[in-house]
């Protein structure tokens, strides 16, 4: 059975690496990979094989694996939920120094204003518990940081564009990467 979730965990996880690195060229759309954004796919490289060499030269438990194979399915779900919702919007990769001229709010933006990053928190989540050791939180924790970052810069930006009052009103109302338990 370990085996086999190990089997499942890699492929799974596998997968949905190659689905962020296809988005890069199939979703996105800035002229130019940004510095920061190098930064994050050597960041992403480095993670998927740190976590592939912790799943395959320990054991985890099946429950571990389990729920961190549910967390990196649920995380798929909402990133191709995001990519649906914003295929027409041309978004920009993180850390792109243009500003945005478009704003969506439909799909899982109804509920938080960064689906990507959330989706990518949770994939790296669900994998570090697949792993099931605490050195694996340290990648996780970097990822949090970086999407932050990357989040709170793209919410600037919205402030010297046409979307600016508009963005406002929907930052009131939606989540920043969970959704609003209660709605202002």
Not at 13 to 23: E, K, L, P
Not at 84 to 107: C, H, Q, W, Y
Not at 111 to 116: D, M, N, Q, W, Y
């Amino acid at each position: 059975m370990e085996t086999a979730l190990d089997i499942a965990v890699t492929c799974v996880s596998v997968i949905v690496v190659g689905f962020y690195t296809w988005s890069l060229r199939g979703h996105f759309s800035s002229p130019r990979m940004p510095a920061g954004m190098k930064v994050v796919s050597a960041a992403v490289t480095l993670t998927t094989l740190c976590f592939l060499y912790l799943l395959w030269s320990r054991q985890q438990p099946v429950a571990a694996q389990l729920v961190g194979l549910g967390l990196e399915v649920a995380a798929t779900v909402l990133f191709w939920w995001a990519i649906s919702a914003s295929r027409k919007a041309r978004l920009r990769f993180a850390f792109d120094p243009d500003k945005p001229d478009s704003l969506v709010t439909i799909g899982p933006y109804r509920l938080v204003r960064h689906p990507f990053y959330t989706s990518y928190i949770i994939f790296w989540t669900g994998w570090a518990i697949a792993t099931w050791t605490l050195w694996a939180a340290l990648p996780v924790l970097a990822f949090v940081v970086i999407y932050v970052v990357a989040a709170k810069g793209e919410e600037s930006k919205f402030a010297a564009t046409p979307l600016a009052i508009e963005y406002e009103a929907y930052r009131r109302r939606t989540g920043f990467l969970i959704p609003k338990l209660v709605r202002a």
